[in-house]
């Protein structure tokens, strides 16, 4: 069974990106651009992994982080612009797998 990846993303050339680079590497992105949406596929189908940006438009990636690690049992990666130390602090604490900064490589976020 191919390997489901929730892309938690609203900028949609990085979610093109990421979506082609999953694809290549024989998984099945499930992109949305808010948090709402999100937690609606989690709550439908079996995810493998999400992979979540830290500014969403409806709601903060941290906050929605939580909620993910109170309901299912999923890795998270954080996928974001914010560099700074205290926010990949904050996103390792809150018990993410890994913290990726923008810009980023294709193949490090499939790796």
Do not use: W
């Not at 949609?12 to 999953?22: F, G, K, R």
């Not at 499930?30 to 709601?59: F, K």
């Not at 909620?67 to 809150?94: K, S, Y």
């Amino acid at each position: 069974m191919t390997p489901k990846v929730l892309v938690v993303e609203d900028e949609p050339s990085i979610t093109d990106n990421i979506s082609y680079a999953l694809s290549t590497e024989g998984f099945e992105p499930l992109c949305r651009p808010t948090a709402r949406e999100a937690l609606d596929v989690l709550h439908a189908q079996e995810i493998d992994l999400v992979i979540l940006d830290v500014g969403l438009p409806d709601m903060n990636g941290f906050e929605l982080a939580r909620q993910i690690q109170r309901g299912f049992d999923v890795p998270i990666i954080f996928l974001t612009a914010r560099a700074d130390e205290i926010d990949r602090i904050v996103g390792l604490e809150l018990g993410a797998d890994d913290y990726i900064v923008k810009p980023f490589s294709p193949r490090e976020l499939t790796a």
